[in-house]
């Protein structure tokens, strides 16, 4: 028999019911965590099957982490079930393709939260919240039955309108690069306040003549705004000091500043790195160029 034809089959569907049933009881609370379930032989008086069938949907609820068995003591409520304790940070973006430093903070900031908690915290990469792809199924699996506590969404405007976020029961929250509409509450940065501080910081140095760099995504989103907030503080720009450069290739970062700041070159005395994932390429450009920070720039 296939696991198609089993997981139709009656014995399966009764299966189904029964751990969705006390899956039920464990999430609205009525079997309370470290609580005792009812025993195998009530539990097959209660729903008329066979204690074949009581056992397997039980060992469903097991290798899912809702209940825990403790030999002839009887069956209990897990002390740490997975709809209140299981988190998970979901990245559209699959590892090494194109993740940033900001990226690899949320990680490690997510993995400390779970060293110093009794949390288990689950990274996710390479998310649709469609049935697209393997780690997509399988979050929406978890999802679906109960088995995540929260979800916190990497720029999850790309999971709008997906039953990632249409599952009732679990708390949702998305870190966005900007302010959008999402059934979530969002935290999104303050890009205009940033813009402002820091082309205030480079004024108030004497610095009158300058230069960025500016990763594509963030340009598109700032672009203007970054353009009308150097005008107004009457600060001198040119098209060509405006470099637009990806956040993932220090090379390419290191040429532009090369050619801002190369022989012969009408250089600006200030440089807004907007992203700081080019920081490093950016000053390798510097020392090759020989300028001095922040002498000359």
Not at 30 to 50: D, N
Not at 119 to 131: M, S, Y
Not at 248 to 262: H, K, W
Request: proline share 5%; net charge positive; charged share 25%.
């Amino acid at each position: 028999m296939t696991e198609a034809q089993q997981s139709s089959s009656p014995a399966a569907a009764k299966q189904h019911v029964i751990s969705e049933h006390l899956r039920k009881e464990i999430i609205e609370g009525r079997l309370a965590p470290g609580g005792r379930l009812p025993t195998q032989v009530q539990l097959v008086e209660q729903f008329r099957v066979s204690g074949v069938t009581i056992q397997r949907a039980l060992d469903r609820l097991i290798r899912e982490g809702f209940i825990f068995t403790r030999g002839r003591n009887g069956t209990f409520v897990a002390t740490h079930p997975p709809h209140l304790y299981s988190y998970g940070v979901v990245f559209r973006d699959q590892p090494r393709m194109g993740r940033s430093r900001y990226h690899e903070m949320l990680e490690a900031q997510a993995f400390r939260l779970q060293r110093a908690s009794d949390r288990k915290v689950t990274i996710f990469n390479g998310i649709t919240g469609r049935e697209d792809n393997e780690s997509s199924r399988r979050l929406l699996a978890l999802v679906r039955s109960h088995q995540m506590a929260g979800l916190l969404m990497i720029d999850g405007d790309t999971f709008h309108g997906t039953p990632l976020l249409e599952e009732k029961g679990i708390f949702r929250a998305a870190i966005m690069s900007r302010k959008v509409d999402l059934p979530c509450p969002i935290i999104f940065p303050d890009m205009t306040g940033m813009i402002d501080l820091a082309l205030d910081t480079l004024v108030a140095r004497g610095r009158r003549r300058i230069a960025t760099l500016i990763t594509v995504p963030v340009h598109l989103e700032i672009g203007d705004y970054l353009r009308n907030a150097m005008r107004a503080r009457n600060i001198t720009t040119y098209d060509r000091w405006r470099q637009i450069v990806p956040h993932d290739i220090p090379e390419a970062v290191r040429n532009s500043v090369l050619m801002l700041m190369g022989p012969g070159a009408e250089r600006p005395d200030g440089l807004f790195i907007v992203d700081d994932n080019l920081v490093e390429g950016a000053s390798s450009g510097l020392v090759e160029a020989g300028v001095n920070v922040p002498g000359d720039i």
